[in-house]
C-alpha cells in the first residue's frame, strides 16, 4: 500500500523535483543527439514509407490483413466533425485505413478488405452499426525475393546468397529466421482468426471466473475469446525513461484518478514485458494530468508551449534510444490521459496524434478522437482512492424519484438542462447546488435515472457514479464515444436523449415502462464490473477493459520489420 501512495500522488511536494527531472532531461537529449545509436533514426518522423499491400501480398496471408470490425455504440452522439462534414458516421465513413503516401505521411484512403474478411465483435445485420476498424499496414522495407513465385518476403535486411547466374539460391529463401515481429504477427493473425470463428459460429469459452453474456455485448463470444486471446499472449513494453512527478506517476484521488491507477497498476502488471522485443505495444507513461500541475504557468502568455514541449522531448527521448518508435510510426505505441486537455498535449507530437493509440477520458469526435484508433475509457472520481462506499444501492421499487442531476453549469447542454427543470418538476431534480444537508450519492440511490450531460467536455464521472449505484444513466451528449463501446451496447442499459429533446425529457422517461426500466436497471448492474476500481486489479474490471481496448487497436495494425541497416 506505501507504494500505491508513493506512484499515486498529488502532493505539491514534486514541485521541487521538477528541476531535476527537466535539467536531466535536456542533458540526455543532447548526449544522446551526439552519442546516439547509429542503427536507429534520429528524427520523430523517419523517412519511411506506409504503402499499402500489395495484390500479392494480401492474397497470400488474408488471416493477417484481417481487420476487426469492433462492435460499437453507433448513435447519433458518434459524429464526423473532424471530417468537416457534420454528419453522422456511418459504416461506409469508418471503413478506411491509414496507408502511406511514400513521404512517411499518413493519410486516409476508403479500404478495399472485402466485408467477408473482417472480423466482427457485432455479428447481427438489425443491430446499430458498429465501429470499422482496418489493418493498417506498417512496413518500411519490403524485399521481394524470387519474382517468379509472386511472394513478398518481409525481415530484417540481409544480403542473401547467390548462385552463379546471379539468381537468388531458395537456400537462402528457406533459411532466413522469422524475427521477433514476425513471429509477433503470427500470433496476431491467429487471434483474429479465432475471434473471427467465435462471432460467426458462436463458440462458447469456457471461463471458471466469468463467462459474458446479454443484449450488453455486441458480441459477447467475440469478446469473450478476444478477451482470453487478450490474456495469453499480449505483451506492453513500458518506456523507463522520465522521472516523477511528471512520468510513472499520476492522481489516484481527483477525477482524472484513472490516470494514476492505469500507470500504477501497468508498472506492476502480468502484462508487462521487460522486453521490448516481445511487446506488442510501447506505453508511454506521461500524465497529462501532473503536466498540467506542475508544468502549466498560468501567468505565461504560451500556455500550451513547455507542455506540448515536454511531451516533445520525451518521444524524442525514446525515438533516439529505441528504433521501434520509427520502425511503425507511433502506431504500436500508446499514451493514456483523462485530464480534458489530453487530445491537445498529444498533438505535440503529429504521429503521436496520428498514428497512436490514445486512451482518452475525453473522447470528443468533433475535437479529433478517431474511434478506428483511440481508446475511450471512463472518467472515475475516486474521493479516498477506492470504490469504499460507492459500490451498491437499493432496489428499483425503493426509489422514488424519477430522474436526478446536480453539478456546475459550464459547456453548452447544462444551462439548457437547467433552465427547463430546476425547480420545475419534483419529479426532476435538477440543482445547481444541493440544498444543505442532502448527500449527493444519497439522491443518486434514491433516483431511477441519473442524468449525465456534457460540461466543458464530453467526459464525466456521472455515468460510473450511477452505475456504481443501480441508477440507469441517462446521456446527453454531443460527438461523445462511450467507454469500451467497441465491446458494450450503451442502448441496452441507458438511456440516450438529444439536446433538443431536454424539454421532454420527462415524457421521454416516463414513456419507458416497469418492465424495461427493471432491465435497464438489472443490465447496468451487470455491466458494473466493466468499470469497477480493484486494488489489485481483476479480470474484466476497468484495468483489464483499457487494455482490451488498446488490445483490439493493435490487432488491426500490422507492423513490419524495417531495414534500419
Known amino acids: 500500500m506505501g507504494e500505491i501512495k508513493r506512484l499515486c500522488s498529488s502532493s505539491s511536494s514534486y514541485s521541487l523535483k521538477l528541476v531535476w527531472f527537466v535539467v536531466p532531461l535536456i542533458v540526455v537529449s543532447g548526449f544522446m543527439g551526439l552519442l546516439g545509436p547509429k542503427n536507429s533514426n534520429w528524427g520523430l518522423r523517419s523517412p519511411v514509407t506506409i504503402p499499402s499491400p500489395s495484390p500479392s501480398s494480401s492474397s497470400s496471408s488474408s488471416s493477417s490483413e484481417v481487420g476487426v470490425l469492433l462492435g460499437a455504440n453507433s448513435s447519433s452522439s458518434v ?16 471503413r478506411s485505413r491509414l496507408v502511406g503516401d511514400g513521404t512517411g505521411n499518413v493519410h486516409r484512403q476508403e479500404d478495399a478488405i472485402p466485408d467477408h474478411e473482417s472480423v466482427k465483435l457485432n455479428g447481427s445485420l438489425g443491430s446499430p452499426l458498429p465501429l470499422a476498424v482496418e ?62 470463428e467465435a462471432r460467426i459460429n458462436g463458440n462458447q469459452s469456457e471461463d471458471p471466473d466469468y463467462v459474458p453474456g446479454g443484449p450488453m455485448y455486441w458480441n459477447a463470444n467475440a469478446f469473450h475469446r478476444s478477451y482470453l486471446e487478450m490474456e495469453k499472449q499480449f505483451k506492453v513494453f513500458v518506456y523507463e525513461e522520465g522521472e516523477p512527478p511528471v512520468f510513472h506517476d499520476g492522481p489516484c484521488k481527483s477525477i482524472y484518478a484513472m490516470e494514476g491507477n492505469f500507470i500504477y497498476h501497468m508498472e506492476i502488471s502480468q502484462f508487462r514485458t521487460k522486453d521490448p522485443e516481445k511487446a506488442h505495444v510501447f506505453f508511454l507513461p506521461l500524465s497529462v494530468t501532473l503536466i498540467v500541475r506542475f508544468v502549466y504557468d498560468r501567468k505565461s502568455h504560451d500556455h500550451w508551449g513547455p507542455m506540448k514541449q515536454t511531451v516533445k522531448d520525451y518521444v524524442h527521448l525514446v525515438a533516439r534510444k529505441y528504433q521501434y518508435w520509427n520502425r511503425s510510426l507511433g502506431a504500436d505505441h500508446f499514451m493514456l490521459a483523462c485530464h480534458d486537455w489530453g487530445p491537445e498535449l498529444s498533438s505535440a ?28 475509457f471512463p472518467e472515475i472520481l475516486l474521493p479516498d482512492g477506492s470504490t469504499n462506499h460507492l459500490l451498491g444501492g437499493p432496489s428499483p421499487s425503493r426509489r422514488p424519484i424519477l430522474a ?70 441517462v446521456i446527453i451528449k454531443d460527438h461523445y464515444v462511450a467507454p469500451f463501446s467497441d465491446v458494450l451496447n450503451w442502448k441496452s442499459f441507458s438511456v440516450e436523449v438529444t439536446v433538443k429533446d431536454i424539454p421532454n425529457l420527462k415524457t421521454i422517461l416516463m414513456g419507458i ?21 480493484n486494488l489489485r486489479p481483476k479480470r474484466f474490471d476497468v484495468f483489464h477493459m483499457i487494455l482490451h481496448s488498446i488490445w483490439l487497436r493493435r490487432l488491426n495494425v500490422r507492423v513490419n520489420d524495417a531495414d534500419i541497416s
Open 79 to 94: 459524429s464526423s466533425d473532424q471530417e468537416g462534414s457534420g454528419a453522422h458516421l456511418n459504416e461506409t465513413d469508418w
Open 135 to 196: 489493418a493498417i499496414e506498417i512496413q518500411t522495407t519490403v524485399e521481394k525475393i524470387g519474382e517468379s513465385l509472386n511472394t513478398t518476403v518481409i525481415g530484417p535486411h540481409v544480403v542473401p546468397s547467390m548462385n552463379e547466374s546471379g539468381i537468388l539460391s531458395m537456400e537462402a529463401i528457406t533459411k532466413r529466421k522469422p524475427s521477433h515481429l514476425h513471429n509477433i504477427e503470427a500470433g496476431l493473425g491467429k487471434a483474429r482468426a479465432v475471434i473471427k
Open 349 to 376: 507530437v503529429p504521429d503521436l496524434y496520428k498514428n497512436s493509440i490514445r486512451a482518452l477520458c475525453n473522447a470528443n469526435t468533433s475535437e479529433g478522437f478517431n474511434p478506428t484508433k483511440d481508446v475511450s
Open 404 to 473: 436526478f442531476f446536480a453539478g456546475g453549469v459550464h459547456g453548452p447542454i447544462r444551462p439548457v438542462l437547467l433552465e427547463h427543470w430546476e425547480n420545475k418538476d419534483v419529479d426532476i431534480q435538477v440543482h445547481k447546488y444541493l440544498p444543505k444537508g442532502v448527500s449527493y450519492y444519497g439522491m443518486i440511490r434514491k433516483s431511477r435515472y441519473c442524468i449525465c450531460p456534457s460540461g466543458y467536455e464530453v467526459a464525466s464521472p456521472r455515468m460510473v457514479e450511477a452505475l456504481y449505484m443501480g441508477c440507469v444513466p
Open 513 to 533: 415502462s416497469q418492465r424495461q426500466y427493471i432491465r435497464l436497471q438489472r443490465r447496468g448492474k451487470q455491466v458494473r464490473r466493466h468499470f469497477e476500481v
